[in-house]
T-cell receptor, first 108, second 115 residues
């Protein structure tokens, strides 16, 4: 069964304390791995798409990487405004399968 | 460009009442989706429309119906609401019509409480 698992469920960081979020997946024939950010009371906001193992993408303090079984979202020197829930998703033919997310809190 | 818009933002229903959630996108996308988000469950696909004139069931379609009114609009109807349908509902759209998975863009959500 296709599945996406995110860890940890919650992460508390001090401002400037770098860390990584994990997304492991079991999907046959991966066509894309997606990262979204979701703020409380809002819809998910697209961050990155990764298509093949070894691919990396960066945006400000965020860097997403992909292997054959998992993806990491690295957060370098986070700021309080990076606090949000981060969701990853993979595709299953023409539909996305979402993980339950990692809730990140960054304290000043 | 408003992106994906949803109405209403909040709704309270009594068990057995019906309602329609509206979604519109102005990005000229072909594909549209309805999800529900529940604590600890992640986003789950209810129905989707790969292109105008077509609709298909997702993971949790029971108790819902959809209408792809035109290319811009995709509505979700609850014919007889149940407390188990209390959730946050998100509409999304993507360019679609390709073999490569397309990025989906989400609306702000509708928060529904069924008493």
């Amino acid at each position: 069964e296709d599945q996406v698992t995110q860890s940890p469920e919650a992460l508390r960081l001090q401002e400037g304390e770098s860390s990584s979020l994990n997304c492991s997946y079991t999907v046959s024939g991966l066509r894309g791995l997606f990262w979204y950010r979701q703020d409380p009371g809002k819809g998910p906001e697209f961050l990155f798409t990764l298509y093949s193992a070894g691919e990396e993408k960066e945006k400000e303090r965020l860097k997403a990487t992909l292997t054959k079984k998992e993806s990491f979202l690295h957060i370098t020197a986070p700021k309080p405004e990076d606090s949000a829930t981060y969701l990853c998703a993979t595709d299953n033919t023409d539909k996305l399968i979402f993980g339950t997310g990692t809730r990140l809190q960054v304290f000043p | 460009n408003a992106g994906v818009t949803q109405t209403p933002k909040f709704q309270v229903l009594k068990t057995g009442q019906s309602m329609t959630l509206q979604c519109a996108q102005d990005m000229n996308h072909n594909s549209m989706y309805w999800y529900r988000q529940d604590p600890g469950m992640g986003l789950r696909l209810i129905y989707y429309s790969a292109s105008e004139g077509t609709t298909d069931k997702g993971e949790v379609p029971n108790g819902y119906n959809v209408s792809r009114l035109n290319k811009r609009e995709f509505s979700l109807r609850l014919e007889s609401a149940a407390p188990s349908q209390t959730s946050v509902y998100f509409c999304a759209s993507s360019v679609g019509l390709t073999v490569i998975q397309e990025t989906q863009y989400f609306g702000p959500g509708t928060r529904l409480l069924v008493l």
